[in-house]
């Protein structure tokens, strides 16, 4: 309630109740047939594609059915008052939803049960009323609607029997089943049961009387309107005419004030209604048992966490009842968090096409008797939770998270559930026979539906068990065999009776809203707990609330990224999801909207939880952990309730009698009479006691919108941008309940698509921002913003969106999903297409020679059929809705999706075909922008493809790239290779003689790192200079590329006959550009290349790096190392690189030691530092020098370590030359944290001062000092080496 407006008559923000009203047929109108219902069911036929000759029959299937289960237009024959301005009466909507069927008939032969049910409508800001309906059956006096029934009944009959005559001539064997007993045929026993005839049977009609509130006090208006129906039905007249009551609740009964209770009036006793405290969980009066036991607690539980996650929610269920009360019991569960997006609990059958809707929806469908869930057409199921209420049954999205500490919590819950004596596994059966037999042993005889008397002291058993199935199946069965049961006599004195169950009403009632509340306790403790830091999180940027409101869209209000890293493991699947939904926003909007005004209800509540929660146990906010902590509170809440019950607070004027005109009203047992309008549609001038305080109220809120007129934004500007602010992401909030002219419904798809767009924009710019961040680390710019895991969230969000995007204004749906089933069509006519036209020929480079690069790899043909089989190949994927999520991520990491999806919409036939004219794919300048801003992804690096399906088999091809103005483009030996990635290695795979190029097929390698590659030096031209390898994944296209540039074979560069290459991925470019990055780089006079030379020392070509540079080299390299360790493990890249690539330890360490290492060649033969390191072996092997002082242990024992890994790398059965030992020498030495060792051993040793000059960085003390305290800095970690660096050395 927006509560603006001056308070009138009655100060109307505090009044109880808002609205009596009162819904029936229309005497003057007569019969008119819901013409709703019938375009429908016309709209429905239309959808399925159905001939115009089957449409017709199905527009008037209405009429199939016989007159009494025909829908008639029902009508809103009275309200009061006429209106009020903060609460407009909106007719349509109303009448819709106090008679979602419309109107129905009965005869005296059939059940004329009061029902009740309730209904919500929610506005456009959001705001919410209540209504509660009482639905009961009135004797029809008019003789004209009598007569009309009559006749349709006669014209339905001669058309049933036409019918039945036209199929038993087709068929001996419908005639032999038709005739029954040899005589009467079905025909005369369908008019029998099933008929009405104007001399024989009285006519009912439905009428209803509802209450519309703005809080949800459900038992209270139960109560009420029970006992308004008593009164009308009952024998003596009430007490007062009905007008002094529904006076009485209209403008004398306040709103009891927060944390109170309140007693006041019905007809014949008083009803008492309570509302929560201020730091209280608010007002919840739907009982959670019922919910529970429909359910069932493992069900509720898993539709509670779609809910939080924002999918879209289908209830279904006969009863309109059971329909609202999961959907609130549900929606209140979530405190402190409040659902954002359509909420429409009882959707009356003419809005079936919000089912459209391409957005997160909670609504709630009648079911009709026997239809089954297969006949229900929904538009989209990809991301749908389908609750059959009735049925004790759940449909799940296929992939989603589960809540935090699942079990624990459900074992919580169960505690709460048996001190109540619910069994958690629900009992649906068990509830709907006992809790319709308790309900009716105990209201009936408080409220008694047999017209307010019991017959003398005989009830009859079958009206007493109506309720339950069992028995009712029995009574049917006995019927049949012409068994009577006997009437059961009530011995006991009635009174009595009726007294003890009284109380046990109340006592049940009082039960209900202690485990309503303690239910609710467990719950919120969930969040308290998951939550209770998030305030230190919460991004405060703007100055005042207009620059806040003026920039909300650009900017982030919450750190995700670092909230995330400082939560428990197992919570991060939810969580992450969890905090992109549109509920966590608008919290967070509400926590930072708090600094400038009035703190949100919920909010404030959960924040003083909180504060509770630091007060109790005083826990540093990094030590999170997943222990799960009990609710505490469980007691205190239910007392605060049974107090509040016990000890009532206010009582409400007494119903009195009013000015009324005499004679009017008259009553007349079992008729709704007609109200006297004049003394129900004002209330009394200002005699009541709690108008002041409303005043109070509303001098606080002009203060406020005085404040905020000062802060220099007018109010309705204000208002605009506070609705754009919260409808971020979020579309239409809620459908209008009343025009259905084609053109709203127009409308209403325009905001969709609008809504659409906007959601594309957001997502696409977040997960730009976020990844261009990440990069942007990895280049040093800035720090990290996202998580693997938060990438991954984002991207199943995006796969989310196009499926709404693709199931909005389908015409016909097939599958569960609908761009799958798009791309299937597509792919069908574009194979039919192929066939026709002979196949293009497929452009292969194997042979394309380039004058100085040898080969090159063949181009990749982009297809999307191509994608598409790949896909289909998946068979580990077994679900459509799997198989189009699996494609979008493959076309993300090709950075073909927007091109693809282009591709896609391009066949425009088929779009027409398949889409409504209004949807989303349909409007071109919108679906141009969605595939622009789909296109902006391509400017970043995705693997949600290979990261994800991590065992499936994938085609590789590999090309090794020779040096060949100096070498054999061929050699004679027989060369290897072995691939190594991530996620696991090829083992050595020989090369076919005379190729080059190959190509194999493995499980998913992940990322790949190193590539071995040698050959076993036979035949004459053994030698062999290779410049780099290229290996690409078949699938993505990412293709990596392995420098070498070094010689294999014996005799030449460093005697190696197999080397590692360390991969770097290259961008996706053309083969010329392939060409030009593959070109040899020049020779170095020192035997590493030029991969070797740190970046910082590339100051010329040929110019060695300084001693500065070099140790700024190493600096790089390990502190490289450190920030890698400090990223959460899922976000490390590649350690390999960090050591051994081009800036590595390895290559920095190289610098060291070949600074002022004297001239390489001695006597025409190279030297390497290995040589040096062999010197250094020699020596200390023979050395007795040291002696065995402490001091020296240490040493010892570091020389013994030094010599026993060097010789374990000289004697590993491999063919690596002496650059290549040294770096598993350095690997190794960083693994078991021995380096800080060495390298004082290796500066002192004598052969330094023969191999190096004077000036060389290892014969300078402090140099070599400060390398040792560096290198220092990694002893924390603990590294693991891939494989393929350290293969056969055995240490």
Not at 199 to 225: E, G, H, N
């Amino acid at each position: 309630m927006s509560g603006s407006g001056a308070p009138g008559p009655g100060a109307a923000p505090c009044r109880f109740a808002h609205y009596f009203v009162l819904c029936g047929i229309d005497a003057e109108s007569g019969l008119e047939p819901d013409e709703l219902a019938v375009l429908y069911k016309w709209l429905e036929a239309d959808l399925h594609g159905k001939s115009s000759d089957a449409t017709n029959k199905a527009a008037g299937e209405n009429f199939d059915q016989s007159p009494l289960r025909r829908t008639f237009k029902s009508k809103v024959l009275a309200h009061y008052p006429q209106n009020i301005e903060w609460n407009p009466f909106d007719q349509d909507a109303v009448n819709m939803l106090c008679m979602p069927k419309g109107l129905s008939f009965r005869t005296q032969a059939d059940n004329r049960d009061p029902q009740l049910h309730s209904f919500i409508i929610t506005r456009e800001d959001g705001s919410r009323t209540y209504g509660f309906v009482l639905t009961f059956y009135e004797e029809v006096t008019s003789k004209q609607i009598c007569t009309a029934m009559q006749t349709l009944y006669q014209m339905h009959n001669a058309e049933q029997y036409s019918s039945v005559c036209a199929s038993s001539s087709c068929s001996m064997d419908s005639l032999a089943s038709s005739i029954d007993e040899g005589d009467a045929t079905s025909l005369a026993k369908l008019q029998r049961y099933n008929s009405y005839d104007i001399s024989r049977d009285t006519l009912y009609v439905s009428k209803c009387i509802c209450l519309i509130t703005p809080l949800p006090f459900m038992q209270a208006c139960k109560k009420f309107l029970i006992q308004l129906y008593k009164a009308v039905t009952s024998q003596q007249p009430p007490p007062l005419p009905l007008e002094s009551y529904i006076h009485n609740i209209l403008y004398e009964v306040p709103l009891p004030p927060p944390g109170r209770s309140l007693k006041f009036y019905g007809v014949y006793e008083p009803i008492i209604c309570q509302r929560p405290g201020p730091n209280e969980l608010p007002l919840s009066d739907y009982p959670l048992r019922e919910v529970f036991e429909l359910l069932g607690l493992e069900n509720l539980v898993q539709v509670f966490t779609c809910i939080l996650l924002e999918m879209q929610i289908l209830l279904y269920s006969q009863d309109y009842q059971r329909l609202m009360t999961v959907a609130e019991g549900i929606t209140t569960l979530l405190f402190p968090f409040q659902w954002q997006h359509v909420y429409v609990p009882i959707l009356p059958a003419s809005l079936l096409h919000f089912l459209d809707a391409p957005v997160p929806y909670l609504m709630g469908l009648q079911s009709k008797e026997g239809t089954d869930r297969s006949k229900l057409e929904l538009p989209q199921e990809a991301n749908l939770c389908f609750v059959d209420i009735d049925n004790h049954f759940i449909e799940l999205p296929e992939e989603f998270p589960q809540f935090p500490n699942k079990l624990e919590f459900i074992q919580e819950i169960s505690e709460v559930l048996l001190q109540f004596g619910i069994p958690p596994e629900g009992n649906l059966h068990c509830s709907e026979s006992a809790t319709k037999l308790k309900n009716l042993v105990l209201n009936d005889l408080v409220n008694d539906k047999k017209n307010g008397n019991i017959p003398s002291n005989a009830i009859n058993m079958y009206e007493l068990l109506k309720g339950n199935e069992t028995i009712a199946r029995l009574q049917a069965l006995a019927k049949r065999t012409g068994v009577t049961v006997e009437k059961m006599t009530i011995t006991a004195p009635l009174a009595e009776k009726e007294r003890d169950v009284k109380l046990q009403c109340e006592e049940v009632e009082l039960q209900d809203y202690k485990l309503n509340v303690q239910l609710r306790e467990v719950f919120a403790n969930r969040f308290t707990q998951m939550f209770a830091d998030y305030e230190a999180f919460v991004i405060q940027a703007a100055p005042d609330m207009e620059s806040w409101l003026t920039n909300r869209e650009q900017m982030q209000n919450f750190d995700k990224a670092s909230f995330l890293s400082d939560q428990p493991e197992p919570y991060l699947p939810f969580l992450s999801h969890f905090i992109e939904t549109q509920m966590f926003a608008t919290f967070i909007d509400n926590k930072i909207i708090s600094q400038w005004e009035e703190k949100d209800p919920f909010l404030r509540v959960f924040d003083s939880r909180i504060e509770k929660i630091r007060l109790y146990n005083v826990r540093a906010p990094a030590l999170r952990t997943s222990n799960y902590q009990k609710c505490s509170t469980l007691k205190e809440a239910a007392q605060s309730i049974e107090q509040r019950l016990m000890k009532i607070d206010h009582t409400a004027i007494h119903p009195h009698l009013l000015d009324m005109k005499i004679g009017q009203g008259k009553y007349e047992q079992g008729f709704f009479p007609k109200l006297q309008s004049d003394v129900l549609a004002t209330g009394p001038t200002n005699n009541n006691r709690w108008a002041s305080r409303s005043t109070t109220a509303q001098r606080r809120k002009d203060r406020l919108r005085q404040h905020s007129e000062h802060i220099g934004l007018d109010n309705d500007l204000r208002e605009k941008y506070m609705q754009e602010a919260r409808s971020l992401g979020k579309n239409l909030r809620q459908p209008k309940l009343s025009d259905l002219s084609p053109a709203v419904i127009a409308q209403t798809n325009c905001k969709f698509v609008e809504g659409l767009l906007k959601e594309c924009r957001m997502k696409t710019k977040r997960m730009l921002v976020e990844k261009m961040g990440h990069e942007a680390v990895e280049l040093g710019h800035g720090e990290a913003n996202i998580t693997g895991l938060e990438e991954n969230t984002l991207i199943a969000s995006l796969c989310d969106l196009l499926e709404r995007i693709w199931s909005h204004g389908l015409q016909v749906k097939q599958g569960k999903s609908a761009l799958w089933s798009h791309l299937l069509q597509y792919q069908e006519r574009e194979e039919k297409q192929e066939k026709h036209s002979a196949e293009s020929p497929v452009a292969v480079g194997t042979e394309r020679r380039k004058s100085d690069t040898g080969i090159t790899l063949p181009t990749l043909r982009v297809s999307l059929i191509q994608d598409m089989r790949h896909v289909q190949n998946m068979s580990e994927i077994k679900t459509d809705v799997g198989r189009a999520r699996a494609w979008i991520r493959l076309s993300l990491e090709k950075k073909l999706l927007s091109q693809h999806l282009k591709q896609l919409l391009s066949n425009q036939a088929l779009a027409k075909k398949l889409y409504k004219r209004y949807a989303f794919l349909r409007c071109e300048e919108e679906r141009e922008q969605f595939l622009y801003h789909l296109l902006s992804l391509n400017a970043v690096d995705y693997f949600c493809f290979t990261s994800v399906f991590t065992t499936i088999m994938i085609p590789y091809r590999s090309v090794i790239i020779p040096i060949k103005k100096l070498s054999n483009a061929i050699t004679t030996s027989n060369p290897w290779i072995c691939v190594s990635g991530e996620l696991g290695d090829t083992g050595i795979m020989q090369i076919p003689k005379n190729h080059l190029e190959m190509t194999f097929e493995c499980q998913n390698l992940g990322k790949m790192t190193t590539v071995q590659i040698g050959h076993d030096n036979s035949g004459l031209l053994a030698k062999w200079l290779v410049d780099c390898v290229m290996v690409r994944n078949e699938i993505t296209g990412h293709t990596y590329k392995f420098p070498c540039g070094r010689w294999l074979g014996k005799g030449v560069d460093d005697g190696s006959l197999e080397r590692i290459l360390i991969g770097e991925l290259v961008s996706s470019t053309s083969d010329e550009e392939l060409g030009k990055q593959c070109r040899t780089p020049p020779q170095q006079k020192s035997p590493t290349t030029a991969r070797r030379l740190s970046i910082t020392s590339l100051t010329g070509k040929n110019t060695k790096p300084n001693a500065g540079q070099i140790q700024e080299g190493i600096g790089e390299a390990v502190n490289n190392i450190v920030k890698h360790f400090h990223k959460p493990e899922k976000e490390r890249g590649s350690l390999t690189i960090l050591l051994c690539g081009e800036n590595g330890l390895v290559a920095a360490l190289e610098q060291v030691f070949h600074h002022g290492f004297k001239s390489s060649r001695i006597f025409h033969k190279n030297v390497f530092i290995w040589d040096f390191i062999e010197k250094a072996v020699a020596y200390f092997e023979t050395s007795d020098q040291i002696g065995d002082e402490e001091g020296l242990l240490l040493q010892r024992s570091s020389c013994k370590s030094f010599c026993h890994y060097v010789a374990a790398i000289n004697t590993a059965p491999r063919n690596i030359g002496k650059d290549g030992k040294f770096q598993i020498l350095v690997c190794l030495g960083t693994r078991d944290h021995l380096l800080p060792q060495w390298i004082p051993l290796l500066a002192e040793c004598p052969p330094i001062t023969r191999m190096y000059e004077e000036n060389a960085l290892l014969r300078d003390r402090m140099t070599v000092n400060s390398l040792i305290r560096v290198l220092q800095t990694l002893q924390d970690f603990n590294i693991v080496l891939e494989g393929s660096l350290i293969k056969g050395v055995d240490v």
